[in-house]
C-alpha cells in the first residue's frame, strides 16, 4: 500500500483529560469542518438546523451531482452573507421595537404623574367621546345593542396602544373625551361589556389628564429621536462627523446585496432563472451601468399594488416600452415561501402565479409585510374581497343568500414604478423610509397628531390588528430554514463519505450526533474558560455505528469519515463469457480494468504512488478509493479484509480460485489432495505470497483435467469451436516443444491474459506472443 492509503487506515484519536471518560470520536474533524459562523451561532440558530436537517431538498440533491462547484459557491455566499450580517448585528441589536421602547418610559410617567404601578397593555382608557354607533342607512337593519357593543370596544384600548397613537390638544381639556350623552371616560384596570352599557374597575387617573401626560411624553417622537440615533451613530473623534453612518451604511448595502446574490444563487440551482437574466441582475448588483440584454437596456422596477408602492419586492427585465410581445421577467420576493427568486414568461403569468399563492394557508399574512403599514388593512380588506367575493347562493325559488368563494381567476391589480438609482441602495433607502413611515402610523409624534383627522384616528383603532412594528423585517432576509436545511445537508456530506448511500437509521444517527457534537462546541466557545470543567456541557451519547466510522483521505485530499463497506463500489456489469483474465486476475473491458471479488464486480486502477490499486465509484468520481493489494497471481486483499481470520474455502477463493473455474466439491478435493493446511494458505494470504506450491501445482493439474474433459466432449460432439487455450497449453507441453520457447496470449492493449511454458523448461523463455482482440474474447475458440 502507498503511504497515503496506509494513513486511511488509522483511527483518529481524541486527547482527553487524564481521569475524564473518552471524549465523543471525530470532534475535530466536525470541528474544523463546521462553518466559523454556525459555531458562533445562537442556540435558537442551532434549534433551526435541528429541525430542518432531515429536509429533503431534491434541487440540492441533484446540484451537488451535476455542478458540485456551485453548491461550494453558495455555501460560500451564504457564509460571506453571515458575516455581513454579523456587522451589522450590533445596530440592530440597539433598534428596539415601539413595543419594547414605549412601555418603560410610559409606565415611569405614570408612575410619576399619578403614583400608580400599572401594566400599560393590560389597562384601559375608555374614551367615551369615540363610542360611536352607526347611524347610516345600511346600518339601520342591525341589531342596535350589538351596534352599541362593537361601539364601546372600539372606544376602550390599552394604555400603551392609545399613548402611542397619542392625542390632540383638545383632548387635555377636562370632560372633552366624555360623550355627548354625558357617559365620563375613565381608565379600568379591567372592564366588562353587557349589552350597551360599560362597568368596570376605574383607577385614579383621569382621562384628560393621561392625555395630556402622553403630549408631554411624545413617545412618538422619542421614538423617530431614537431611529435617528440608530442610524446616524456618532463618529469617533479623528473621524468626519457622517462617517459612522456612511460606514453602517455600507454594511447595510453589502447585506442587502449578498442577500440577492444568495437567492440568485439558489434559483439557479432550481433552474428557476435563465443565465442571460442571472448575469444581468448580477451586473446590476455590481453597479455596472447601462446594463443591456438583446441589445435592450434592462430596467429594476418595484411592485405597486394599486397605487401603493411595496417595500422589498422588485422586478427586473428588459425594457418593455416598446415590446411587441410578452418578455421575460424575474421577481425578487424576500423571504417568499414559494418562489424567492424565480424567472417568469411574462408579467401575466408572474401576476397569475402570485394570485395563486395568495389561496395558500397563511401567505396573504405574509405578504403584508412588503405594504406600508397605513396602507395595510385596507388593502388585506380589497384583497379579501378580490380573492374570495361573496357569491349569491340559492335557487330561483328558495332563500338565497351571499356566501364568500374562492375566485381562482381573480385579477390582482399589480403595476410597476421605475426603481431610480443604483439597486442595493435604492432598497436600503426604501426599507428606511419605510421603517420610519411605518413608526410615525403607530407611535404618532405630538405634531404630527394635530394633523390628524378624527376619522383618521378613529379608523386606527378599528383596523385589522397587525404587527406594530417589526423591526425584524428591516433585516435583509437570511433565508431562514432552506439554507439550514442547506447547511445540514452539505456539513453532513463534508463529514461523513457516501452518507447518501447508508440505510435511513445510520443517516439519521449520524445526522444526529454531528448536530450533537456541533451544539457542544458552540457552546464550549460560548461559555470560554468556564467550559474547562465541562460543567453545564452535555453529555453525547455516541450511538455504536458512529465508532465504526473511520477516517479516510479522499483523492482531493480531504478527510472525512467513511462507513467500512464496499457494497457501494460495486458495478452493476456482467462481463462477456469467456473474457479471460490477466495474470494478476484482471480483465480488461470497454477502456476499464475489472476485479470480480466475492460475487460483486469492481472497477479498480493503479493507485498514483504505482503501489497496489484503488476501487473507483460507480458514479461518484471524487469519491473516496478503498485500497487493493494482489500477489501476483491473482489473489487479492482490499483494506477491510482480515485474512487472519478467513478460513475453509473462503482462503482458497480469496487465493485466486474462483467458483467458476473450481466448483465447492473440486475445491475441496483440491484442498485435500494438496494436504495444505490452512495455516499455510492463510499465511500465503495475509504475506501476499503466491499460494504454497503443491496446492498452486494439485489446481493445475485439476484444471487440466477439466479441460481436457470438456476438449474430449466437444471432439466427441464434432464442436469445431474447441478451447484454444487448451490446444495452446497442449502444444507447450509436447516433447517436440523447445524448452526456450513459450507461448504467451495477450489483448490488444498488450495485457498479458495466459502464459504456457514447456513442462521441462530450464531458464528463461523467449515468447512468442498471440494475439486476440479484447472486445472478442472468443476468437480463439
Given amino acids: 500500500m ?75 455566499l451564504y457564509a460571506e452573507h453571515r458575516q455581513n450580517e454579523q456587522k451589522v448585528r450590533p445596530t440592530l441589536d440597539r433598534l428596539s421595537t415601539l413595543e419594547d421602547f414605549a412601555p418603560p418610559l410610559l409606565t415611569a410617567a405614570i408612575k410619576d404623574r399619578f403614583g400608580l404601578d400599572v401594566d400599560v397593555a393590560r389597562t384601559w382608557l375608555f374614551h367615551a367621546s369615540r363610542a360611536r354607533v352607526d347611524q347610516s342607512f345600511l346600518a339601520a337593519s342591525r341589531d342596535p ?106 454594511d447595510f448595502l453589502k447585506l442587502q446585496s449578498s442577500s440577492i446574490r444568495l437567492q440568485l444563487q439558489i434559483a439557479s440551482l432550481q433552474e428557476l432563472a435563465s443565465p442571460p437574466l442571472q448575469g444581468a441582475l448580477l451586473d446590476i448588483l455590481d453597479s455596472k451601468q447601462n446594463v443591456r440584454l438583446d441589445n435592450r437596456p434592462v430596467n429594476c422596477s418595484v411592485l405597486c399594488l394599486g397605487d401603493v408602492e411595496l417595500d422589498g419586492p422588485f422586478v427586473i427585465g428588459k425594457d418593455r416600452d416598446m415590446a411587441t410581445q410578452a418578455e421575460k421577467i424575474v421577481v425578487y420576493i424576500p423571504d417568499d415561501p414559494v418562489a424567492p427568486l424565480k424567472e417568469y414568461d411574462s408579467v401575466e403569468a408572474f401576476i397569475n402565479s402570485l394570485r395563486d399563492r395568495m389561496f395558500i394557508d397563511g401567505y396573504l399574512n405574509f405578504f403584508m409585510r412588503f405594504i406600508p403599514a397605513r396602507h395595510r388593512s385596507a388593502l388585506f380588506e380589497k384583497l379579501s374581497e378580490r380573492l374570495h367575493p361573496k357569491v349569491k347562493k340559492g335557487g330561483f325559488f328558495e332563500r338565497q343568500w351571499l356566501e364568500r368563494e374562492a375566485d381562482r381567476n381573480a385579477r390582482l391589480d399589480l403595476r410597476e414604478t421605475p426603481l431610480q438609482g443604483p439597486l442595493p441602495e435604492a432598497l436600503y433607502d426604501r426599507k428606511r423610509a419605510a421603517l420610519k413611515d411605518n413608526a410615525l402610523f403607530h407611535g404618532v409624534p405630538t405634531a404630527a397628531q394635530d394633523q390628524k383627522t378624527v376619522d383618521e384616528r378613529v379608523q ?139 460475487g460483486r464486480t469492481y472497477s479498480v486502477i493503479p493507485a498514483p504512488t504505482g503501489d497496489g490499486y484503488l476501487m ?39 487465493l485466486g480460485y474462483s467458483s467458476e473455474a473450481f466448483p465447492d466439491s473440486a475445491a475441496r478435493r483440491i484442498i485435500k489432495v494438496s494436504n495444505t493446511p490452512e ?100 476468437a480463439l475458440r
Wanted: proline fraction near 7%.
Fill in 145 to 250: 345593542i350589538t351596534q352599541a357593543n362593537i361601539a364601546l370596544r372600539a372606544a376602550c384600548q390599552s394604555l400603551l396602544k392609545a399613548a402611542l397613537q397619542n392625542f390632540e390638544k383638545w383632548e387635555t381639556a377636562p370632560g372633552a373625551m366624555d360623550s355627548d350623552s354625558g357617559i365620563e371616560a375613565q381608565v379600568f384596570s379591567a372592564f366588562e361589556i353587557i349589552g350597551p352599557r360599560i362597568a368596570g374597575q376605574s383607577l385614579p387617573i383621569s382621562a384628560t389628564g393621561f392625555a395630556a401626560m402622553c403630549r408631554e411624553l411624545d413617545l412618538g417622537g422619542k421614538y423617530q429621536t431614537h431611529l435617528e440615533s440608530v442610524f446616524n451613530a456618532p463618529s469617533t473623534p479623528e473621524e468626519t462627523a457622517d462617517a459612522a453612518a456612511s460606514r453602517l451604511r455600507k
Fill in 616 to 654: 473507483e465509484h460507480p458514479s461518484r468520481p471524487d469519491s473516496y478509493q478503498p485500497a487493493l493489494r494482489h500477489n501476483g497471481a491473482g489473489a487479492w486483499l482490499h483494506e477491510l479484509d482480515r485474512p487472519l481470520e478467513m478460513e475453509g474455502l473462503t482462503l482458497f477463493r480469496r
Fill in 460 to 598: 386606527y383603532f378599528k383596523d385589522k390588528a397587525f404587527d406594530v412594528l417589526n423591526i425584524a423585517a428591516f433585516v435583509v432576509p437570511v433565508l431562514g430554514e432552506v439554507m439550514m436545511a442547506v447547511t445540514a445537508i452539505q456539513l453532513a456530506h463534508e463529514v461523513y463519505e457516501g452518507i447518501e448511500s447508508w440505510a435511513k437509521d445510520e443517516k439519521q444517527q449520524a445526522l444526529a450526533y454531528l448536530l450533537d457534537v456541533v451544539e457542544n462546541i458552540a457552546l464550549m466557545s460560548a461559555l470560554g474558560a468556564a467550559a474547562t470543567g465541562s460543567a453545564g456541557i452535555p453529555a453525547i451519547q455516541v450511538p455504536e455505528f458512529i465508532n465504526g466510522l473511520k477516517p479516510v483521505e479522499l483523492p482531493s485530499g480531504m478527510t472525512r469519515l467513511w462507513k467500512p463497506d464496499l457494497t457501494p463500489f460495486s458495478h452493476d456489469i456482467v462481463l462477456p463469457k469467456g473474457l479471460l483474465p490477466n495474470a494478476t486476475g484482471l480483465y480488461t473491458w470497454q477502456g476499464k480494468q475489472w476485479l470480480p471479488l466475492e
Fill in 679 to 778: 495455516s499455510v494458505m492463510r499465511q500465503a494470504l495475509a504475506e501476499q505470497r503466491r499460494p504454497p506450491a503443491l496446492l498452486e501445482d494439485t489446481a493445475r493439474r485439476f484444471r487440466l483435467d477439466q479441460e481436457i474433459d470438456r476438449f474430449i466432449e466437444q471432439m466427441e460432439a464434432n464442436d469445431a469451436d474447441a478451447a484454444a487455450p487448451l490446444q495452446l497449453e497442449l502444444l507447450s507441453q509436447d516433447s517436440g516443444w523447445p524448452n526456450n520457447r513459450a507461448l504467451v496470449l495477450v489483448d490488444a492493449q498488450g495485457n498479458t491474459l495466459q502464459k504456457f511454458v514447456a513442462a521441462q523448461q530450464s531458464g528463461a523463455a523467449a515468447p512468442l506472443d498471440i494475439h486476440i482482440r479484447a472486445d472478442k474474447p472468443d
Fill in 2 to 76: 502507498s503511504p497515503a492509503h496506509s494513513r486511511q487506515g488509522t483511527s483518529m484519536l481524541d486527547q482527553t483529560s487524564p481521569g475524564k471518560a473518552p471524549a465523543a470520536p471525530h470532534v475535530q474533524l466536525i470541528k474544523d469542518k463546521s462553518p466559523r459562523w454556525l459555531l458562533d451561532a445562537e442556540p435558537s440558530t442551532h434549534a433551526t438546523l435541528r429541525k430542518t436537517s432531515g429536509r429533503p431538498l431534491q434541487w440540492l440533491t441533484s446540484a451537488r451531482t451535476s455542478s458540485p462547484e456551485q453548491v461550494d459557491k453558495l455555501q460560500q
